[in-house]
């Protein structure tokens, strides 16, 4: 290959089969996702600001409900986790570019396709306050979802969305087992690939399952089969066991890159190595596996044998031991280190906190008498939007304003990142917390109206949204800014970075790595 | 390594990894029998499969009925209580003409159902029973049930339907009360009735009329 620049227009993108810009077209659309996903949000903390009725209709309550829960799981946090791994993974481990890149090219824009199909039935009939979208909840349990109109629209999108997400996995595997420049042997990968290269084992473990599961919807609804049909011998209670065994590894899916992504930002800022390098590539690993034998956690209350109920329980809450492994070794690497604190490192340390706070309250949900008293109430809307939200998206934004001058070659403004930072981490708080406290209270999830002896807190958790929506508009304006101007960035950024991503110039080159680079 | 070899190595790879992907495909399908065989097997979700598929064996629940009822245990009784719904979609009247019965372990017992179509067309029907506590599953033995074929029924048709049963002597001592559910579904409509509706308020208004 020569030096050749991209090309120019509308057909770079199309047709591009370079990592960095399908990378960033993959942030790019997880990033509208966002919008679009919390512009809905909007819509649910709005009616759920004062009891009663006010703003939408219940159904059109419970298709917001769902198409958020959807659009931030498929729509941004998975291809912003994709989009991560395209630009990351071949700078990182010292590879040209992708092992597959026409099928990287296909892995990503079959995504709108996909996105369409899944919004279009909202449109449909005509008349959007109607509610013709899905209004099942983003879990889809049958006998319910069975009788949704439009079911195939859905259950065509979600096929596309897995063969995406396979597509986009064995393309990394593949890049990863078979790229790496000579000397990088897997116990040197940072830390960010290794949880890639689980996640995407993950994902073409269980995107197939989610597949099988929307299959027999599908002939059950339209071929007269009865999986999940009682009236013919089947059983609904099987559809949540076939889409929990997905369900528990894909939340996993969500959050292992993130993990990787503050396994690289703490060691920087805290100006030490990241402490226990290889108990963390096990703890991943265990976390990954166990994944597979807890699923029916999310399912205490259908009515299980007591042993069941006694296996799963045990099982859920050994996952925490892998995972404290985890928050003590990001810890372990922050003591006695040089710390400051920029935009990215402060994103970093709020996911370790915030995100412990989801993984306690997963515990308490873990444990299967007092799950019988959380389930379906707040208190589990609280516990995943702590470890999604102050999770995975925070761990994701920090990652964005780590990368983002090696990306583009601009420092971003620091006093508006820090800004954003603040904003957001205050507002998210005053968003979720009292969730915890109208959950253990009683106050069911998915249904538009409350008891009044809620209505004080849900008043601020409604007030933290709209401040927490509103504040990642500026982290839009940031980024903008950042990609058209600003104070030049050093190759190395930060102030002794590790990782291939920092010795190459800023912005990085549309070719990078074209010979393997020397690892000592 | 030159790119030849790094496209075979790619390949050979890729043909692998989508090996797993379509045994996970047929995992998730594999996962229907295995679940309908632990429930079987252990007992456990107080369904009955065999009923719901159509594959019940009548001959063998008569011989098992029979069996239990040669050892009645007088100094036990137990009350089985019977609980009707019909599915969303099916315009029928169903209760149970007995809404609770105290039967003896090992004792046969009979008690009746009905059931009225209520709408303007031939509807094939199908009652799916289910226990509760699930563990008394393994000791209900049904002889004879309205729920192990079809129930056709005429425009406005109303029947009586027998159920004929013996509660297995070795049932576990702290089992007093067992709830019998009947849900009935309408066989041809799946689609949560809308279709029904629509065409209901007539042909309901001519059942009255009459
Ligand atoms: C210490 C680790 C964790 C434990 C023990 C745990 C446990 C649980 C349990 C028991 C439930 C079911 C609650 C109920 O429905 O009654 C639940 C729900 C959920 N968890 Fe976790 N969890 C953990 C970590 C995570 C992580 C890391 C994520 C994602 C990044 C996550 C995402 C979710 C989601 C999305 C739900 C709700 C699903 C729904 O819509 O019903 N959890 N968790
Ligand atoms: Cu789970």
């Given at each position: ?47 759920l600001m004062y009891p009663g009725m ?319 008293q959380?389930?379906?109430t707040y208190f589990?809307?609280a ?51 009292p969730q915890h406290f109208v959950g253990l209270a009683g106050m069911q999830r998915?249904v538009p109206d409350y008891a009044v002896q809620f209505a004080d807190w849900n008043f601020w958790s409604s ?58 | ?210």
């Open positions: 290959m020569s030096e050749h620049g991209p090309e120019k227009g509308i057909k770079r993108w199309l047709f591009t089969t370079n990592h960095k810009d399908i990378g960033t077209l993959y942030l790019w659309f997880s990033f509208i996702m966002l919008l679009v996903g919390g512009a809905m949000a909007m819509v649910i903390r709005a009616e006010q703003v939408v209709n219940p159904n059109f309550f419970n298709m917001m409900t769902t198409m958020h829960g959807l659009i931030m799981v498929f729509g941004a946090i998975m291809p912003a986790t994709v989009g991560m791994a395209n630009w990351l993974i071949p700078m990182m481990i010292g590879a040209p570019d992708m092992a597959m890149p026409r099928m990287n090219n296909w892995s990503f824009w079959i995504l709108p396709f996909a996105a369409t199909m899944l919004v279009l039935p909202m449109f449909m009939g005509g008349d959007f306050l109607a509610g013709q979208g899905p209004a099942f909840g983003w879990t889809f349990y049958e006998p319910l979802s069975g009788q949704y109109d439009n079911l195939a629209f859905f259950i065509f999108a979600v096929h596309l969305l897995g063969i995406s997400s396979i597509m986009g996995s064995i393309n990394i595997i593949a890049t990863i087992l078979n790229l790496r420049a000579p000397g990088m042997t897997l116990m040197k990968m940072p830390m960010f690939v290794w949880t890639w290269l689980i996640t995407a084992f993950l994902l073409i473990a269980v995107m197939p399952v989610l597949a099988g599961a929307v299959t027999m919807m599908l002939t059950d609804k339209y071929f007269g089969t009865s999986f999940f049909d009682a009236a013919g011998g089947g059983d609904p209670v099987l559809f949540q066991h076939v889409f929990w065994f997905f369900g528990h590894p894909e939340v996993y899916i969500m959050i292992l890159p993130a993990f990787g992504i503050v396994s690289q930002i703490i060691p920087t800022f805290a100006r030490k190595k990241l402490f226990g390098y290889s108990s963390m590539v096990y703890a991943t690993a265990a976390i990954a596996f166990l994944s597979f034998i807890v699923w029916a956690h999310h399912m205490y209350t259908v009515g299980m044998p007591v042993a069941g109920e006694l296996y799963f329980m045990y099982a859920t809450v050994m996952i925490a031991v892998p995972t404290a492994v985890k928050v003590f070794n990001w810890t372990a690497t922050m003591w006695r280190g040089a710390m400051t604190f920029e935009t990215p490192m402060l994103w970093a340390v709020a996911f370790v906190f915030l995100f412990t706070i989801g993984g306690f309250t997963g515990l308490m949900l873990g444990v299967a008498p007092s799950d019988f959380y389930h379906d589990v809307v516990h995943f939007h702590y470890v999604l939200v102050t999770g995975a998206l925070f761990a994701l934004i920090g990652g964005v304003y780590y990368w983002l001058p090696k990306w583009t070659g601009n420092m971003y403004d620091e006093k508006l990142g820090k800004l954003h930072f603040w904003l957001s981490v205050i507002s998210v708080n005053v968003l979720f917390f998915r007030i933290g949204g709209f401040v927490f929506g509103l504040s990642q508009l500026l982290f839009m304006y940031i980024v903008i800014k950042t990609i058209k101007g600003g104070e030049k960035a050093s190759d190395k950024v930060w102030d002794n970075p590790e990782g291939l991503e920092w010795t190459v110039p800023s912005p990085a080159p549309y070719h990078t790595f074209e010979t393997a680079p020397e690892i000592k | 390594m030159n790119n030849a070899d790094q496209n075979k190595i790619t390949r050979r790879l890729t043909g692998k990894l989508l090996l797993v992907v379509v045994g996970m495909f047929g995992f998730g399908f594999l996962l229907v029998p295995l679940y309908n065989v632990m429930c079987d097997v252990l007992g456990i979700n107080g369904r009955f499969i065999d009923i719901q598929s159509g594959q019940v064996d009548v001959a063998e629940q008569e011989r098992l009925g029979a069996q239990a009822s040669l050892q009645v245990d007088e100094s036990r009784e137990v009350r089985v209580q019977f609980l009707t719904q019909l599915n969303q979609n099916l315009n029928w009247e169903f209760r149970a003409l007995d809404n609770a019965v105290t039967v003896h372990p090992g004792q046969v017992m009979e008690v009746r159902f009905y059931a009225k179509n209520l709408t303007g067309r031939e509807v094939v029907g199908q009652a799916v029973p289910s226990i509760v506590p699930a563990k008394a599953f393994k000791y209900f033995t049904k002889m004879e049930c309205f729920c192990f074929s079809h129930q056709v029924l005429k425009p406005g048709e109303e029947v009586e339907m027998p159920l004929r049963f013996v509660v297995r002597p070795d049932l576990p001592e702290d089992i007093r009360t067992i709830s019998l559910a009947y849900t009935f579904f309408d066989t041809e409509n799946r689609d949560g009735g809308k279709q029904v509706r629509a065409e209901e308020p007539a042909a309901v208004l001519a059942q009255h009329a009459r």
